[in-house]
Every structure is written in C-alpha cells, then in structure tokens.
C-alpha cells in the first residue's frame, strides 16, 4: 500500500472525473490521502473530500504562504478557528515561497511562525512549504525546535546538506514526481537519505511525474515515483511502500 501525503485533489482540475481518478490511484495501491489546505476559498471543497471518501481523505488545516497577503490576520483567524472546531492531520500547507513573489516574505515569516507555534501547542504535525527557501526555514525553526516540532518538508529538491539539517531538526522529506525527472540531480541527493525520512507525495494536480511531466499529475502517479525510488535505492518496490506508508503512518497518526 503506498501514501499519498500531499495532493490537492479537492482543486478544480479534479472536478470532471474526480471519481474515475480515485479509483485509477486505488488501483495502483494508492489508499490514503493527506489533503493540504491553501486558503479560507479551499475549506469547503477539501472537507466535502472527506465527507465524500471517508477513511481515504485527510484535511490539513493551514495557510498557504502564497495565500498570504494584506488581509493574512483574517486568513489565519479563520485556520485558528477551524483547528480549535475539530481535528485535523496536521497543519499545512504552511511555509514561504521565496520563487514566485517576495514582496509579502516578512509577512509570511510571521504567518509561517504564528502557524508553527500553534501545532505545538496541539502537537501536530506541520507541512511545510520551502520553494527557494529551505535555508530560511531551517534557520527560523531552529528557534522553535521542540520535542512536539516535526512533519514534513513537502516537495523537497534540495541538497544532501540541507536533508541533514531537516532530519536534524526531527523532519521527513516529502519526495515527488521531480525525482524522476531526468536533469534535476535529486536521485544522488535521495540516495544518500535514510528511507526512514523518506515519504512520497504527488502534489496533484502539480509536478507529475516523467512520462507524464506537463500534463495534470493525479494520486495514481505516486507508485511511478515509488518505483523510482525503489531503482535509486536499490531495493524492492514493496519494501519502499512499506517504509514511506509507515512513516506517513508515524508522522500523521500521533495524534
């Protein structure tokens, strides 16, 4: 069985064949999926995931730090009112995205903080958003480590280096369809990662993996990504599912 632990099936892309799509990743041994929240318009439609697919769909609570704008306090008033309503997996997709627009960063350090600080508080997991800007993160979560600091550092493309300071501050990595891709370089930093802080993701409708690179990724698509990894590890594809699936297990259900 392999874990999905970041896919945004709940987005419109999803719409026309929403059904047809789970059961294609079901089909390919996909059983779980973790479903990160981007903003107060994403709620509604995330839950009715989980409400439509019991068992299988798992919503995050968070802000995304693309989300975050002038109007951030209200954004996180309403995430704070949810995660004091009812449980939630963990806290994510939270973050700072230093590729598209800097313009908000000081804010998104603050929203990423007030965030971090909050799954403390309830012992939850957090899933973090790095996009050019895994060293920042690291930097400011060393101020914050704690026994109740962990998650998972979605989408991770980083160097071996920067999977070191991750792992040391008790992190995961969350590896997607880029593994695959030809000139990204992340197979020899992968290899290198212990399979205990490994798990695997799509990030759907985003990122699909090669030979589908372009196109809409869906949850079907983890196990080429699970089959790459079971090739740069050098070992059997049921011993990758069984390692990421308990680590996600571990990471997601501590609480």
Known sequence: MLIDTHTHLYLKEFDEDRDKMLDRAVEAGI???????????TINSMLK???DYPGQCYPMMGLHPGSVK???????KTVKGWLEKRPFCAVGEIGIDLYWDKTYVELQK???LTQVRWAKELDMPIVIHSRESIDL??????????????????????TFEQAQKIIELGFHVGIGGVLTFKKSGLDEVVKKIP????????DSPYLAPTPFRGKRNESAYLKLIAEKLSAIKNIDFEEVANKTSTNAKNIFEKN
Do not use: W
Not at 70 to 76: A, Q, T
Not at 152 to 157: A, E, L
Not at 195 to 202: A, D, G, K, Y
């Open 31 to 41: 059983h779980r999926f973790y479903l990160p929240n981007i903003d107060s318009f």
């Open 49 to 51: 995931m989980e409400a």
């Open 70 to 76: 002038e109007n951030y306090k209200d954004e996180l």
């Open 110 to 112: 603050e929203a990423f």
């Open 137 to 158: 993160i690291t930097d400011l979560l060393q101020t914050e480590k704690s026994q109740r600091l962990h998650g998972i550092f979605h989408c991770f493309t980083g």
């Open 195 to 202: 399979m205990e802080r490994i798990v695997l993701e799509t």
